[in-house]
């Protein structure tokens, strides 16, 4: 897409590294200092992220202000991180308690740091929160017919102990929310969903991605309108929300890595 960059002249030093950093040359060089082009920008951000001295902006992120680099604020111990992801785990046992609204805007914020083409932003949450009983009803009828069709009878079971006792419900095991992520390419929305997952681990709060509910979801067309997936917005993955009813010890055990080098 096109978009006007811009450039704070007095405020240039002309070091020229947005120049050099620019994939489709939206910006020259004019008078020793970086200046708009009349190519198209693809509203990257990186000319604004690379500058020293801030005189690039971007005016279609009008509260983009971030502070700037440091390294106590930025960077993390790379065998810290590791071990982070190595212990998270998807959560099967929640208390039922609900998480705030606050926490989850800053998972949401987890999910608009992840990658997406050119910058283009196009993933879409849809937060099951106040609804979520009556949904998550007919989400676990779609996933019952589902199974019915394709002789799953283990997952007929559990649909009908859901309806005999609601304690029994092994499709969100006692999660208080759900996020549904949308995205035109479903890899920048899978992207965004693992971005999320690991902030809830990081914020003592449990995640589960919930396969089940989006072959669900995928089953119905009500359901598919309700969380607004059309032909162009596709149904990423699901990520059930709550505070964990139990606490590792460990991390669980993985396979060595598949690597073929070439």
Known sequence: MSAVIEIDTERCTGCMQCVQLCVTQAIDVVGGRAAPSARGCISCGHCAAICPVGAVKLPQYPQWDPEPYTSQRYD???DQLLRMMQFRRSIRRFTGEKVSRRQIDKLL???????????????????????????????????????????????QRRYEDFLQDRQKDTLFYGGSQMIAVLAPQVVDGCLAAANIELMAHAMGLGALYCGFAQCAIAEDDALRAFFGVTDDLQLATCLVLGHPAVHYRRPAPKKPAEVVWR
Do not use: K
């Not at 914020?109 to 993933?123: D, E, I, L, Y």
């Open 76 to 78: 993390v111990d790379p």
């Open 109 to 155: 914020q987890a999910g608009c740091a992840a990658p997406t083409g050119s910058n283009r932003q196009q993933v879409r949450y849809v937060v099951l929160d106040e609804q979520l009983p009556q949904i998550e009803e007919r989400i676990f009828a779609s996933l019952a017919r589902y199974a019915a069709r394709r002789g799953i009878e283990g997952m």
